[in-house]
C-alpha cells in the first residue's frame, strides 16, 4: 500500500531531505568499469565555480539544463559521470582574503607569501565549499566521490608536467611585452579578462617642432601623460605631405629630448595629421613600431599607475594627475594646438573595474600558433559541434585571429610557475621540481619565479587531468573524450577553446575503448584527442523586461531567494521552459508561480491516486526497462492517454536529445496537467467508484497508478524532488530500486499510438468546452443541468457522442443530449467545428452583437491558420522533407478548416 503524502505539498519539507539522500546514499558514483563493459557513456565536466563564488542564475541555468541530461541518460542505461569541483580563481581569491586581512588591520605584504598562502588555504577550508553546498541543495546529481579542486596536489603535479612539456616543445618563452596592467590586482590580465567601454574623453593635439626648421609635426592622443616616453614619431612612407621630413627629428616637448622621425604602416594618411607619437612602452601597436625600429622603450608609468622616475618633473604623480600637469605645462609652453571631445573605448579589469594600463612587462607566454592550429581542425572536422550553430563561425573567427597567450601573474595564490632563478648566473631552469643546483653553473642558490599560472591554465586542462593524466588510465579510455559540455558564450575563449587546444595536444593519439565508443554513439569519430564530442552554448538569464542583470541596475535575480519561496523544482521547471536554444531567458516570477502550481497539481493528483489505490487495495505493477504496460482496459480514455503519453514521451526525448529544453518541459506540462489530471482522471472516476463492479474499479485504478508512475519517471530529470517524493511513496517506502533516478525513463511504444482515439478524444473534448464555454456565456448556475442537441454528420462521430454520453453529461453539467439531423450551425448560440454543432437550450436571449464580435474573431484566428497551413503545404522543400504523417495532418486540418469556415460564414450571414 502507498504511504500517504501531506495533504498540503510544501517544497521546502521534502528537498533537503532527498538531497541528503542521495548524497549519502553515493547514488550518483561511477566506480571505474572493467575491460569488456559495453554500457554506453555519457561524461560531463561542471564548469566549476569560482572558489569564492556564490549560486547565481548563471550558474542555476547551466545546472538545470546538465542536470536534467544527466539524470535524463543515467534512467536511459548510460554509465553517467558528471564530474564536480572548484577552481582556486587566483585574481578573486586574493582579493577576497586580501580585504579581510585589511578589515583586520594585516596586510598581505607584512605577513610574507608563504604565511599568506597558509591563510587563504584556512579559508578555503571555512568557506571554499558553499557553492558545493548549494549545489547539494539544489539536487545536482554529480560524482561527489570525485570532486576536485584545481589546487590538489595530482592536479597540480599535472600542471607542473603541462607547463614542462611546452617549454621544452619551445610553446612558453619568456620576455618582455605589452601587457594589460590592473593595478588594483597588481597583475598582468590577459585581453579576455579586459572589458570595453565608451566613455566621453578627449582627444589633445600636440606640436612637435622639428629640429632645424620652423615646422612643427602635430599629433593627437587621449593619454598625453604617455608623452613622456615617446621615442619617435612615425609617419606613413606613402604620405607625400611629409617626404621631406624623412630621417629628420623632432624636439619631445616638455622632455628636451630629441627623437627620430620614422616612416612606418602604423600611420595612416588618412587619420587625424597623418602623423602618430610612438610609446614603445605603453601601447601595444607602438611595441611592434618600436621592434621594427630598434627604439628605445621608456616606461614612464609604474605598477603602481604613478610617474616613474623616467617620467622627470612628473615622477611620483598619479597618472591622472600627471595628464592635467602635462596639458596645464604644454598650454603654458604653446605646445598644445588644441582639445576635441572624444569617444574613447576605455578597457577596464572585469574583476576591479580599475581601468586598464598598457604597460611593458617581463611576463611568460604560450606561443599559442601550433596549439590553436589542431584545435580550429577539430571543429572544422566536425570531430567537436558548437550548438548553437552561429558560436561555431564565432569560434573560428578568434581561433583564426589568436595572439600568444600570456599564463603569468604577479599573485601568490596559484600555482607558481616551475621555474627557478639562479641566483648567481641568472640562468632561469624550468623543471617539474626544484633542482638542487643550477645547471649551467653549479650554483646552489636558486630561487623559483614568483609569478602563478593564470587560473584558466589550470582549469584548460581539466577533461583530462581529473582521470589521471599524465599516468594513463582506465578512466580515460572510457570516458575521455567526455560527451558534452555545457557553457556560457562568456567563457567560449577564456576556457572552451582552451580545453580544446591543450586536450588535442596532450591527448594525441589517446583512442577511447572501441566498444564503449561505438555503444556511445561516437563510432564514426576519427579523433579521440578531443576534450568534448560537442559543445552547448545556453543563454543568458535577463530579467523580466530583458535587462540584462547587474548589482548598479539593482535587478539581479537571487536564484536562492527564488527557491526560497518557490521550491527548487518550480525554479528548474520555470529555466527548462523558457530555454530555447539561443534566445535568452526573460526571467519572471509569474512563470515560476505558475509551475508551483503544476507541482501542486500533481501533489494533489498523487493523492488523489493514493486514496482509491488505499480503498480498493490495489498495487503497483512497476516498469523499470522503459518499455511501457498497455492499459488494462479498452475504454477510449484508455486508449487516448496511452497513445498521448506514448506520443509525448518520443517528443520528450527527442526534444532533450537535441537541447531544446524548453519544449521537453513544456510537452511534459501539457501532458501531465492538461491531459492527465484535467481530462483522464476527471473521465475515469466514475470506473473508480463502480460498486457494481469491484473489478472494474480495480482495474481502473491500477491504470490510473501505471501511467502515473510513467508520468513521474517522465517528469523526473526535470523536477527530480517532487516526483522522488510521491514515487517512493508509492512503494511505501520499498521501492524496486533506490531511487526514480535509477528507474527506466519512458521510451515510446509505436504500438499504442492510436491517432484514431486521439482524433475522437479531441472531439469530446471539444465538445464539453463548447458546451462549458456556452453555458459560461449565457452566466448558466454551476448546478443547473441544461439540455443540448448535436448535429454529427459522420456515423462514426455520433456513436462515439452516444458511446460517451455520461461523460459529456457529467463533465459539461448535460441533462441530456437529443442527436438532430439538420446542420445546427445558423441557430443562434450555437457552436460549430468540422466533425458536430452543438446547441444548449436555455432560455436567455441571445447578445447579436456579441455574438457576431465572437464569430468574427473566430473567422480572423481560422483565416491565419488556413494562410499558414497553405504556405506550408504549398511548399515543396517543405513537403519532401517533412514526415508523411505531418504532412497528412496538415491537409487533414485543412479539410476541417474549410467546413469550419462554411459553417461559420453562414451563421454570421443568417446573424445578419
Known amino acids: 500500500m502507498p504511504h500517504e503524502l501531506p495533504k498540503s505539498y510544501e517544497p521546502g519539507a521534502i528537498e533537503a531531505r532527498w538531497a541528503e539522500y542521495w548524497v549519502r546514499e553515493k547514488l550518483f558514483h561511477v566506480d571505474t568499469p572493467p575491460a569488456g563493459d559495453t554500457r554506453p557513456v555519457f561524461t560531463l565536466l ?35 559521470l558528471w564530474l564536480p569541483g572548484t577552481d582556486h580563481a587566483g585574481i578573486a581569491t586574493q582579493m577576497m582574503v586580501d580585504r579581510q586581512l585589511r578589515s583586520e588591520g594585516k596586510s598581505r605584504l607584512e605577513m610574507g607569501r608563504e604565511k599568506f598562502v597558509e591563510r587563504v588555504w584556512e579559508w578555503k577550508k571555512l568557506y571554499g565549499g558553499a557553492i ?23 592536479l597540480s603535479r599535472a600542471v607542473r608536467e603541462v607547463f614542462v612539456r611546452l617549454y621544452e616543445q619551445g610553446l612558453i618563452y619568456r620576455g618582455k611585452y605589452i601587457v594589460n596592467w590592473c593595478a588594483d590586482c597588481g597583475t598582468a590580465i590577459s585581453d579576455l579578462e579586459v572589458k570595453h567601454e565608451d566613455v566621453q574623453g578627449k582627444l589633445y593635439e600636440i606640436r612637435y617642432p622639428v629640429v632645424g626648421s620652423s615646422e612643427f609635426i602635430t599629433v593627437a592622443t587621449t593619454r598625453p601623460e604617455t608623452m613622456l616616453g615617446d621615442t619617435a614619431v612615425a609617419l606613413n612612407p606613402r604620405d ?46 607602438d611595441f611592434e613600431a618600436g621592434r621594427r625600429h630598434n627604439l628605445p622603450q621608456i616606461e614612464v608609468i609604474d605598477e603602481q599607475n604613478k ?58 607566454f604560450v606561443k ?206 520555470t529555466l527548462a521552459a523558457m530555454a530555447a536554444p539561443g534566445t535568452d531567458i526573460a526571467f519572471n516570477e509569474s512563470r515560476t508561480d505558475g509551475y508551483r502550481a503544476f507541482a501542486n497539481k500533481i501533489w494533489n493528483a498523487a493523492r488523489f491516486m493514493f486514496m482509491n489505490v488505499d480503498r480498493l ?54 501532458v501531465f496537467w492538461g491531459e492527465f489530471c484535467d481530462w483522464y482522471i476527471e473521465l475515469i472516476k466514475p470506473r473508480l467508484m463502480e460498486t457494481a463492479s469491484p473489478e472494474t474499479a480495480k482495474l ?11 508520468s513521474l519517471r517522465l ?31 519512458p521510451a515510446a511504444d509505436e504500438s499504442q499510438i492510436d491517432l484514431g482515439a486521439e482524433t475522437e478524444m479531441a472531439v469530446l473534448k471539444d465538445l464539453i468546452a463548447s458546451v462549458r464555454n456556452v453555458r459560461a456565456e449565457l452566466k448558466v448556475e454551476p448546478k443547473v443541468k441544461v439540455p443540448v442537441e448535436v448535429f454529427a454528420q459522420e456515423r462514426e462521430i455520433r456513436s462515439m457522442i452516444e458511446q460517451n454520453r455520461s461523460a459529456v453529461e457529467r463533465l459539461a453539467g448535460v441533462e441530456s443530449i437529443k442527436f438532430v439531423e439538420r446542420s445546427l450551425a445558423n441557430r443562434a448560440g450555437a457552436r460549430s467545428t468540422a466533425r458536430f454543432d452543438v446547441l444548449v437550450i436555455y432560455e436567455k436571449k441571445i447578445d447579436v452583437s456579441a455574438e457576431c464580435e465572437r464569430l468574427t474573431k473566430e473567422l480572423e484566428k481560422m483565416e491565419k491558420e488556413i494562410a499558414n497551413g497553405q504556405r506550408q503545404l504549398g511548399n515543396e522543400q517543405f513537403l519532401a522533407k517533412a514526415p508523411a504523417s505531418v504532412v497528412e495532418g496538415l491537409r487533414r486540418r485543412a479539410e476541417e478548416l474549410r467546413v469550419l469556415r462554411e459553417k461559420t460564414v453562414s451563421k454570421m450571414k443568417e446573424l445578419g
Open 132 to 154: 558545493l553546498d548549494q549545489m547539494k541543495r539544489l539536487g545536482a546529481s554529480v560524482d561527489w566521490e570525485r570532486e576536485y579542486f584545481t589546487m590538489d596536489e595530482n
Open 715 to 745: 517528469l523526473h530529470p526535470v523536477m527530480p524532488f517532487i516526483t522522488e517524493e510521491i514515487w517512493q511513496a508509492m512503494y511505501d517506502g520499498k521501492p524496486p530500486v533506490k531511487s526514480i533516478a535509477l528507474a527506466a525513463y
Open 617 to 670: 487495495g490495489t498495487g503497483l505493477r512497476p516498469v523499470l526497462d522503459g518499455s511501457e504496460t498497455r492499459p488494462y482496459m479498452d475504454a477510449l480514455e484508455d486508449r487516448w492517454i496511452a497513445s498521448r503519453f506514448n506520443r509525448v514521451t518520443a517528443e520528450v526525448n527527442e526534444a532533450l536529445r537535441t537541447y531544446r529544453f524548453h519544449e521537453a518541459a513544456n510537452r511534459i506540462y501539457d
Open 368 to 573: 599559442i600558433g601550433p596549439l590553436a592550429k589542431k584545435a580550429i581542425a577539430a571543429v572544422e572536422s566536425g570531430e567537436i559541434t558548437i550548438t548553437p550553430d552561429n558560436y561555431r563561425q564565432i569560434y573560428l573567427n578568434w581561433m583564426n585571429n589568436i595572439h600568444d597567450w600570456c599564463v603569468s601573474r604577479q599573485l601568490w595564490w596559484g600555482h607558481r610557475i616551475p621555474a627557478w632563478t639562479c641566483d648567481a648566473c641568472k640562468e632561469v631552469t624550468v623543471a617539474r621540481e626544484a633542482p638542487v643546483k643550477c645547471p649551467k653553473c653549479g650554483g646552489a642558490k636558486l630561487e623559483q619565479v614568483t609569478d602563478v599560472l593564470d587560473t584558466w591554465f589550470s582549469s584548460g586542462l581539466l577533461p583530462f587531468t581529473t582521470l589521471g593524466w599524465p599516468e594513463k588510465t582506465r578512466d580515460q579510455e572510457v570516458f575521455y573524450p567526455t560527451t558534452l559540455l555545457i557553457t556560457a558564450y562568456e567563457i567560449l575563449f577564456f576556457w572552451v577553446a582552451r580545453m580544446i587546444m591543450f586536450g588535442c595536444h596532450f591527448m594525441e593519439g589517446h583512442e577511447q575503448d572501441p566498444a564503449i565508443k561505438k555503444a556511445s554513439g561516437w563510432a564514426e569519430k576519427k579523433n579521440d584527442s578531443v576534450p568534448f564530442r560537442e559543445v552547448y552554448i545556453h543563454a543568458l538569464v535577463r530579467d523580466a523586461d530583458r535587462q540584462k542583470m547587474s548589482k548598479t541596475k539593482g535587478n539581479v535575480i537571487d536564484p536562492l531567494e527564488i527557491i526560497e519561496r518557490f521550491g527548487t523544482d518550480a525554479t528548474r521547471f
Open 46 to 80: 561542471l564548469p566549476p565555480p569560482n572558489v569564492t563564488g556564490r549560486l547565481h542564475m548563471g550558474h542555476m541555468l547551466n545546472q538545470t539544463q546538465m542536470d536534467i541530461l544527466v539524470r535524463w541518460h543515467r534512467m536511459r542505461g548510460f554509465l553517467t
Open 240 to 285: 607625400e605631405r611629409y617626404l621631406h621630413l624623412h630621417g629628420k627629428k623632432v624636439l619631445l616637448p616638455l622632455m628636451n629630448r630629441e627623437i627620430p622621425i620614422i616612416a612606418d604602416e602604423l600611420a595612416q594618411p588618412e587619420f587625424g595629421t597623418g602623423a602618430v607619437k610612438v610609446t614603445p612602452a605603453h601601447d601595444p601597436n
Open 700 to 710: 481502473a485504478c491500477e491504470n490510473l497508478a501505471g501511467l502515473f508512475e510513467a
Open 307 to 364: 610617474m616613474s622616475a623616467n617620467a622627470g618633473a612628473y615622477a611620483g604623480l598619479d597618472r591622472f594627475a600627471a595628464r592635467e600637469r602635462v596639458v596645464a605645462d604644454l598650454t603654458a609652453q604653446g605646445f598644445l594646438v588644441g582639445t576635441k571631445d572624444y569617444t574613447i573605448a576605455i578597457g577596464k579589469c572585469d574583476r576591479s573595474g580599475t581601468i586598464v594600463e598598457p604597460r611593458l612587462s617581463e611576463q611568460w
